[in-house]
């Protein structure tokens, strides 16, 4: 189905983060879908021109590498407004950004240094709210309907241990969006997000093209971390025209992961009434 063409005329998606993981896995899953991508990198240009020659040559739509460093939100907007330039003159309109950069982080909460500290939330929370700022800013200007997709993590509600600095600044982004959900949704924007637990990534220590199915994981009740490919179906799902009706949502994409909370708890409980219970 080509959505950009058949729903709104040829438009194009700018995808921060691109060049590998789960950014890269959206960018292929849009342009399947018929969108001209924008194909946002912070330093690997040639990973960048790889993924957009390879969407061109595969799915015939127009793709383009574009710069867009997160760790200063200024800059970062600066080089989104000069990405949508190009845009206008390359690829169309660009009606969609999906903010998917990010880094992780486990410092211990105990060994805060404020420069990390800096970083984690200018790239994980500032940057990408200010980008959906700008975006949605000259989407107003331009009285043009469009979306915008947040990935954030199931961290944004769920802790783990020296995850103070990544939760903290996905647990932002995902309010964020709700809040730029409900401002937007006037001039015709719908904003949403996804919450991806474990995938298969190089910032998950695995190697892109992993055989998730060859990755134990007893603790998810599919016992396998996720694809980038299923993240993307998700993203691009709240991209386009079919989630029309939806804004301000989350949608956690785990395997099951946030469901087993209680489990070992229950089981612990279990064991100790067990031992207690008197013999016959």
């Known amino acids: 189905m080509r959505e ?19 950014g890269r896995a959206t960018a292929t899953e849009m342009a399947r879908r018929g969108w001209h991508v924008l194909v946002g990198f912070r330093s690997g240009r040639d990973r960048a021109e790889a993924v957009a ?25 600066a080089s989104l407004d000069a990405a949508l330039a190009l845009a206008d003159a390359s690829t169309g309109p660009v009606r969609c950004l999906i903010n998917n950069a990010g880094i992780n982080d486990r410092t211990p909460a105990h060994q805060i240094e404020f420069d990390r500290a800096a970083q984690v939330f200018a790239v994980d929370a500032l940057s990408p709210i200010a980008l959906a700022s700008a975006f949605a800013r000259r989407l107003v200007e ?28 996905k647990a932002a982004l995902g309010m964020a969006t709700k809040v730029m959900a409900l401002e937007f949704a006037a001039y015709g924007i719908r904003v949403n997000a996804v919450a991806p637990g474990e995938t298969a990534t190089p910032m998950n220590g695995m190697p892109e093209g992993a055989d998730v199915h060859a990755a134990h994981r007893p603790a998810i009740p599919l016992g396998r971390p996720g694809h980038p490919g299923e993240i993307a179906a998700v993203a691009a799902f709240l991209a386009g025209p079919d989630s029309s009706y939806l804004t301000g949502a989350s949608l956690t994409v785990d395997g099951g992961l946030v469901l087993t909370a209680a489990e070992e708890n229950a089981r612990a409980a279990t064991r100790s009434h067990t031992r207690k219970e008197p013999r016959p």
């Open 142 to 169: 331009q009285r043009l309907p469009g979306t915008i997709v947040n990935i954030t993590s199931v961290h944004e509600t769920i802790p783990i241990t020296g995850g103070v600095l990544y939760c903290s600044a």
């Open 53 to 77: 020659c390879s969407l061109e040559r595969e799915f015939g739509v127009r793709a383009r590498p574009v710069a867009i460093a997160l760790d200063e939100p200024a800059a970062a907007v």
């Open 4 to 22: 950009s063409a058949e729903q709104t005329g040829p438009a194009a998606v700018l995808v921060t983060g691109a060049s590998s993981g789960i």
